[in-house]
């Protein structure tokens, strides 16, 4: 909804943008003047309180791409415009008549004239002619039809709140308690998967307007604590699965754990190293936009001590493998 006062508001100025700024120009723009002029930043601010909400009132207009192209063609038509009594008279030019006579009449054609009572001797003169324009019969600053300010009642402020969630709770997913500022209670649920440090908005719970606009909203920044087993990899969840010397030698069959508390089986193949991955389809993170896998990294356990006849059958091994150092391919990279 267009407003009286864009003929005198310059919010290409406000923000500090070219006119033709692209959209992402003007959001990458608007985010660092909001982030420094925020109340909440500000606190007991007055002109930084003031700052925010003339960017604010700048952004929402050029953000959007109808109220911006009407903002630029009542700038275009009000820059040639003279707004004091008489202006546009029989005759004159540069004022009202010149303007919208323009629009209406053609050029050299008849002029719309604009007096007390109106175009024409029509009953509600310049004001009807807009009101038409831009949105109904009331006059400037109605509240419902014609125009209203800028964009109506404004929007109560977001409130914000942090919760912390244990590892499983985050993957799964629950509702929780909060209690606002006010000492309201509000139930929030956490959708399943929500990352470490996400934020969940809730529209409409945050402060009422101050003018009977739509309230504001409740943001909510998740904390996961960490888990001592498994860990968070995108829509995959890690897990280090130690196997012994002998099962990563000759292979075999192990049990893994998922976050379930399940366990499943997988195939260590023959002469497996530690760092190999295995992977478990579909028994990672489930969100609306998929699901992830389980991904078990080998890691061979080295016993820290070992019996006298447990030492001979290794020292016996040792003996009967290839005499080769596997540093090899390595030393001979690094000299490269």
């Known amino acids: ?46 002109a930084a309180e003031s700052k925010f909400k003339e ?41 009202f008549e010149d303007v919208f006579g323009g629009m209406f009449g053609g050029q050299g054609g008849q002029r719309v004239r604009f007096g007390q009572q109106g175009a024409s001797g029509g009953r509600g003169g310049f004001e009807d002619i807009l009101g038409g324009m831009f949105g109904g019969g009331g006059g400037f600053g109605q509240t419902s039809g014609g125009f209203r300010g800028f964009g109506g009642p404004t929007k109560g402020r977001d409130v914000t709140a942090t919760t912390t969630l244990d590892f499983r709770t985050a993957i799964a997913g629950d509702t929780v308690k909060l209690t606002q500022g006010s000492g309201r209670p ?30 504001g909203d409740l943001v909510v920044t998740v904390s996961v604590r960490k888990h001592p087993v498994f860990e968070r990899d995108g829509l995959n969840l890690r897990v280090d699965v130690p196997v012994t010397f002998v099962e990563a030698t000759l292979g075999a069959t192990i049990q893994v754990p998922t976050l379930t508390g399940e366990t499943v089986r997988l195939k ?58 596997p540093r090899d391919e390595i030393l001979a990279r690094a000299r490269e």
């Open 1 to 46: 909804m267009a407003s009286q006062d864009w003929f005198d508001k310059d919010f290409y100025a406000v923000l500090g943008v070219s006119k033709d700024a692209s959209d992402a120009d003007l959001k990458k723009t608007y985010r660092k003047l909001a982030r420094q002029y925020h109340p909440d930043s500000n606190p007991g601010n007055v």
């Open 55 to 95: 960017i604010s009132e700048a952004y929402s207009v050029l953000s959007d791409k109808e109220q911006r192209a009407e903002y630029d063609q009542i700038r275009a038509m009000g820059s040639g415009a003279r707004f004091t009594a008489g202006a546009g008279g029989p005759g004159a030019g540069g004022g």
């Open 186 to 215: 509000v139930n929030v649920r956490i959708p399943a998967g929500v990352a470490d440090g996400q934020k969940i908005r809730l529209a409409g719970r945050g402060e009422p307007s101050p003018d009977g606009g739509e309230a």
């Open 268 to 325: 260590v193949a023959p002469g497996t190293p530690s760092g190999r991955v295995l992977r478990v389809k579909g028994r990672g993170v489930a969100t609306k936009k998929g699901t992830g896998d389980l991904l078990a990294t080998v890691q061979v356990a080295v016993p820290n001590h070992l019996s006298g006849a447990a030492r001979q059958a290794v020292e016996a091994l040792a003996a009967a493998l290839p005499d080769q150092d």
